[in-house]
């Protein structure tokens, strides 16, 4: 196979330099095509970033507005105690 490969790249050069330099750029760029698509598919095709967003509670989402000052202690005693 490597023989037939070679045979194709002395072929192909035409002038464009050494077919064994040719053979080794493009099995580079065959290797890189892989390896970007399995990182591609590990991330995502959304293109997430690697860091997972955890889901949150209603629980944490309410303590969070209350913390910050969103809403009142009125209202927060109540809005927990409608989500319960």
């Known amino acids: 196979?490597?023989?037939m490969m070679w045979e194709y790249y002395k072929d192909w050069s035409y002038g464009w330099g050494n077919p064994a330099l040719l053979m080794a750029i493009h099995a580079i760029l065959i290797i890189a095509g892989i390896v970007l698509i399995f990182f591609m598919?590990?991330?995502?095709?959304?293109?997430?970033?690697?860091?997972?967003?955890?889901?949150?509670?209603?629980?944490?989402?309410l303590d969070e507005r209350y913390a910050k000052g969103e809403i009142d202690k009125e209202t927060y005693e109540q809005m927990k105690i409608d989500i319960q």
Request: aromatic content about 0%; hydrophobic content about 35%; glycine content about 12%.
């Open 41 to 61: 598919m590990r991330m995502g095709i959304s293109g997430n970033t690697g860091t997972k967003h955890e889901s949150r509670t209603a629980r944490q989402i």
């Open 1 to 3: 196979m490597v023989i």
